[in-house]
């Protein structure tokens, strides 16, 4: 008997149909954002870039500056990730950037790499150097490189707290003539110095 390709009357769909509990309705949904986020500086915002050393309170500034608006995303043509957020600075608003961790401007890494970058390129209309400053001497030597690339610095002198716990007092007044740029305490963690910070940033962006 030749075999027949025609479907048998009786044959229906419904056998392959999943039962509920297997519905697609019961899958997590994955969110795919609609569009990738646009290149930093892309905006017609002005760049703030928190630039510094690791583990000096950048992240923490930057949710300061920000609140909840932040977005992670690689940066353009590479598979460093930074986050971007949102600031309001007495009215102007500005692209911040949270950049990874620098060491010196001789890069190591790919994310050093990219810092360097950000700071030669002229992305960033101001570099705010966080420094940590119960270690300000080891710090100094990359915000002496940072001011040397020419980009608009200011300098925030994080970690005010600790500092002070181990006895060291700064002299704000003598370290802002010999840098040539602004100079301002901060304890982020408790939000102490960021209104200031967030002054002088609209006194620059302005
Ligand atoms: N005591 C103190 N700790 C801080 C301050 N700012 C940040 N930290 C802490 O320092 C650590 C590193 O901060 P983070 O923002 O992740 O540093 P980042 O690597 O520069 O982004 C975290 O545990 C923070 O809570 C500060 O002003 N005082
Ligand atoms: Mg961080």
């Known amino acids: 008997m030749p075999y027949n390709l025609a479907r048998p009357k009786k044959f229906s769909l419904t056998k392959f149909f999943l039962p509920p509990k ?10 795919v ?3 990738a986020p646009p290149a930093i ?3 017609t915002a002005p760049v703030v870039a928190l630039v510094g050393g690791p583990n000096v309170g950048k992240s923490v500034v930057f949710h300061r500056l920000t609140g909840a608006y932040a977005v992670v995303s690689n940066y353009p043509g590479t598979t460093v990730e930074v986050s971007r957020g949102r600031g309001r600075f007495c009215g102007i608003e500005a692209e911040v950037v949270d950049t990874p961790g620098l060491r010196s401007l001789l890069p190591l890494s790919d994310e050093e790499r990219l810092t360097r970058r950000m700071l030669l390129d002229g992305t960033a209309s101001l570099v705010v150097n966080v420094v940590d400053a119960k ?11 940072i001011i040397e690339t020419g980009a608009p610095v200011i300098v925030l002198l994080n970690m005010m707290d600790e500092a002070e ?3 060291l007092r700064i002299d704000l007044g003598a370290l802002e003539s010999e ?3 602004g100079v301002l305490p901060c304890v982020a963690t408790r939000g102490s110095g960021i209104d200031e910070l967030e002054r002088r940033i609209h006194a620059h962006l302005r």
């Open 165 to 167: 716990r181990v006895g």
């Open 33 to 35: 954002p609609e569009t």
């Open 41 to 43: 500086g892309s905006r």
């Open 22 to 31: 297997f519905a697609l309705t019961n899958i997590s949904p994955v969110i």
């Open 135 to 145: 270690n300000i001497d080891r710090h100094l030597p990359l915000t002496l490189q």
């Open 179 to 181: 840098l040539g740029v």
